[in-house]
């Protein structure tokens, strides 16, 4: 049988894992990072009528540019912020990990660099190396934050093309502040023109406000967001990010034809169009998140503050045997292979009371 080692892949390729995470049958999955709750009837009927619209006309290309949902997706994030954003400076993608793609596809490649301070979002490397962009992994402090002086010197070190900034960060859920991304966008604007991109995936979770406003006056930086998870969307493959005019332009220059497919954007639509009720969701996680939170920490159970929808706990000594003491009782949580922690998604009140019941359980045990 054929290996992959067998096979002309690129060097930087080899000996590297896919991303992915188990997906077991189990009654509690709480690894993934996803929105518990389904969307609702009205908004399905929504979506139903919107595709169907877009089915009428399957035999055309969908728009190309994708004009009215980056539109709308402008007005979700002025109106979500308070700070306005224009469709110009907003584009979208299949997923926000595509949009990541696509800019390192235009601003990293061969020759060049991406620096992440780790652990973080691990498709950062991952899409680096899958476009020829040599990784560079930089420094966080034991509480996972990132020190400003240690980030400083290895931007000044490395040199690099492109800089990720994970806010609130994946998987400890700490958050990044404002004064923090500025003192790295100006080390690095120092050095050379980098582009500084701010992963605000969860950020709709976070107690503190978006970065967006960044963006102003800074040409060289971006925030990326994605519909996966304070929409409930996951299974929709939306992401998008927010930047300068010319930002948008350049990675169209990488973009494949018509990449956004007609049924995608209807979708989308259709979700923007019930924001209120979704964040009325987001507002339950929140709260359920700090309430296991504050469970956990009153069982012994040190944790790292969550300004997302999951929370990093631990610190165990063996982290594999805690992992499968939760699976056994049917509650999957995800290993990330940060040493001795855990990471457990925010699921719905009774997902949290079996995963609280089960850390009980497994505490005793070890």
């Known amino acids: 049988m054929t290996r992959i080692d067998d096979l002309p892949v690129r060097d930087e390729l080899r000996g590297q894992s896919p991303y992915g995470a188990p997906q077991l049958d189990v009654p509690v999955r709480l690894n993934t990072n996803e929105n518990p709750y389904p969307l609702p009837e009205p908004l399905v009927a929504r979506i139903a009528e919107r595709v169907a619209e877009a089915a009428r006309h399957l035999n ?3 728009d190309r540019d994708a004009v009215e ?31 990541l793609q696509q800019l390192l596809q235009t601003f990293g490649g061969p020759g060049r660099s991406a620096l992440g301070f780790e652990p973080s979002y691990s498709m950062h490397a991952l899409i680096s190396r899958g476009t020829g962009t040599r990784w560079i992994s ?9 020190d400003v002086a240690a980030a400083e010197r290895a931007v000044a070190e490395h040199r690099p093309d492109v800089v990720f900034i994970c806010s609130p960060n994946n998987p400890t859920g700490t958050a990044v502040s ?4 500025l003192a790295l966008h100006d080390a690095a604007q120092a050095v050379r023109p980098t582009m500084v991109v701010v992963d605000e995936a969860y950020v709709e979770f976070s107690h503190h406000a978006s970065l967006l406003p960044l963006i102003d006056g800074r040409p ?39 990449h956004l497919s007609a049924v995608t954007q209807a979708t989308a639509l259709a979700c923007l169009e019930h924001t209120e009720t979704l964040l009325g969701y987001v507002a339950q996680l929140k709260a359920e998140r700090d309430r296991v939170v504050a469970a956990l920490r009153a069982e012994g159970v040190e944790v790292v503050d ?3 929808n999951f929370i990093q706990f631990g610190r165990f000594d063996d982290t594999h045997a805690v992992w499968q003491a939760l699976l056994d009782r049917g509650v999957l949580v995800r290993d990330n292979g940060v040493p001795g922690w855990l990471r457990v998604t925010a699921g719905t009140p009774a997902e949290n009371d079996a995963f609280l019941g089960a850390v009980r359980t497994a505490l005793k045990q070890n």
Do not use: C
Not at 138 to 146: L, M, N, S, V, Y
Not at 178 to 181: G, L, P
């Open 220 to 258: 060289h930086l971006v925030i990326s967001r994605t519909m996966s998870k304070a929409f409930g969307a996951a299974g929709l493959r939306l992401g998008y990010l927010a930047a300068d005019p010319a930002v948008v332009d350049a990675v169209q220059l990488v973009r494949l034809p018509y």
């Open 69 to 99: 949902l980056r539109d709308r997706l402008a007005a979700y994030l002025t109106d979500t912020t308070g700070h306005a954003v224009t469709g110009a400076q907003v584009w979208a993608a299949n997923g926000s990990n595509e949009v």
């Open 306 to 308: 969550s300004d997302a």
């Open 138 to 146: 930089g420094p966080r402090r034991d509480d996972f934050t990132i």
């Open 60 to 62: 055309r290309y969908p």
């Open 178 to 181: 404002a004064e923090t991304v």
